[in-house]
């Protein structure tokens, strides 16, 4: 199975840009679709990037043009590319992964990191 830890989260300002990323261990991320969430305190988990079924990438509404999430498979590493940042973008952000089956990921992630907090200041 595969380990995952994120780094890179930390204070910055509206406007400002930060890179996430998702170490993983244990496994090679090309036989898994890799995706980044977040939580904000008193809210749900939400979906923010990710890789999904035959290699496509899907971004939630709130992120489309802002955020790009990466694969790295030669250092096994996951990026979430985060640019102008708004303060509704703090909140813990995770890695997770779901299997992959040839080009198709299975439904729902079975391995999560601890997450790595943003936060964004007005």
């Known amino acids: 199975q595969v380990q995952l830890v994120e780094s890179g989260g930390e204070s910055v300002q509206s406007g400002g840009s930060l890179t996430l990323s998702c170490a993983a261990t244990g496994d090679t991320i090309d036989y898994y679709c890799m995706g980044w969430f977040r939580q904000a305190p008193g809210k749900e988990r939400e979906g923010v990037a990710n890789?999904?079924?035959?290699?496509?990438?899907t971004y939630a509404d709130s992120v489309k043009g802002r955020f790009t999430i990466s694969q790295d498979s030669s250092n096994n590493i996951v990026h979430l590319q985060m640019n102008s940042l708004k303060p509704e973008d703090t909140a813990m952000y995770y890695c997770?992964?779901?299997?992959?089956?040839?080009?198709?990921?299975?439904?729902?992630?079975?391995?999560w990191g601890q997450g790595t907090q943003v936060t964004v200041s007005s």
């Open positions: 890789f999904t079924s035959d290699d496509t990438i």
């Open positions: 997770a992964a779901a299997v992959r089956v040839g080009r198709r990921c299975l439904e729902g992630y079975v391995y």
